[in-house]
């Protein structure tokens, strides 16, 4: 079946560093990939959208990178903050597929 | 401009009850896609609603239904609960079809209790 899978075990990181998730997906090719974060208690919120022939994108301090030999995507959070503590979602967006969520990975960054 | 809103937040129900949650998007979207998110199998798509119309269905039994009224707001239902039913249900808008150009914005959701 297909899947996309994200590392259960949650990642703890010191204030400062570089944050790097990592999303990695089985039995399809999506041509989109989708990360969101999500905070206890609400909904997940958008982030960034990459097309596999992106290769990478940027927003501010995030950066994804789509390898569709590898079949992965890698989500780094540059100069991590507290604030940036929470449950980021890869995840294959809908249309002509059935929208498919990654189980999260939980990024917990130190003061 | 307003988020997306769900009620109730919290609900209790017991085995074999009804229960319908509402869910109002955006204004201007007209796409409401509804999921399931429990600890074991993460966030799981039910279905997705577009001009009154279901455009996609996800994995699961005929207890879970849905319907989009003619100004966007949906609601979903789920007949003869079970225990596993127990999750938090999050809606979810945007402009068009959730394609893969779409953003979703999520709504905080409905926590369902099933005792």
């Known amino acids: 079946s297909q899947k996309i899978e994200q590392n259960s075990e949650a990642l703890n990181i010191q204030e400062g560093k570089t944050a790097t998730l990592t999303c990695n997906y089985t039995?399809?090719?999506?041509?989109?990939l989708q990360w969101y974060r999500q905070d206890p208690g609400r909904g997940p919120v958008f982030l960034l959208l990459i097309r596999e022939n992106e290769k990478e994108k940027r927003k501010e301090r995030l950066k994804v990178t789509f390898d569709t030999t590898l079949k992965q995507s890698l989500f780094h959070i540059t100069a991590s903050q507290p604030a940036d503590s929470a449950t980021y979602l890869c995840a294959r967006p809908g249309g002509s597929y059935i929208p498919t969520f990654g189980r999260g990975t939980s990024l917990i960054v130190h003061p | 401009k307003a988020g997306v809103t769900q009620t109730p937040r919290y609900l209790i129900k017991t085995r074999g009850q009804q229960v319908t949650l509402s869910c109002s998007p955006i204004s201007g979207h007209r796409s409401v896609s509804w999921y399931q998110q429990t600890p074991g199998q993460g966030l799981q798509f039910l279905f997705e609603y577009f001009s009154e119309t279901q455009r996609n269905k996800g994995n699961f039994p005929g207890r879970f239904s849905g319907r989009q009224f003619s100004n966007s707001r949906s609601e979903m239902n789920v007949s003869t609960l079970e225990l596993g039913d127990s999750a938090l249900y999050l809606c979810?808008?945007?402009?068009?079809?959730?394609?893969?150009?779409?953003?979703?914005?999520f709504g905080p959701g409905t926590r369902l209790t099933v005792l």
């Open positions: 979810a808008s945007s402009l068009e079809s959730s394609g893969e150009y779409n953003e979703q914005f």
């Open positions: 039995n399809y090719s999506p041509a989109y």
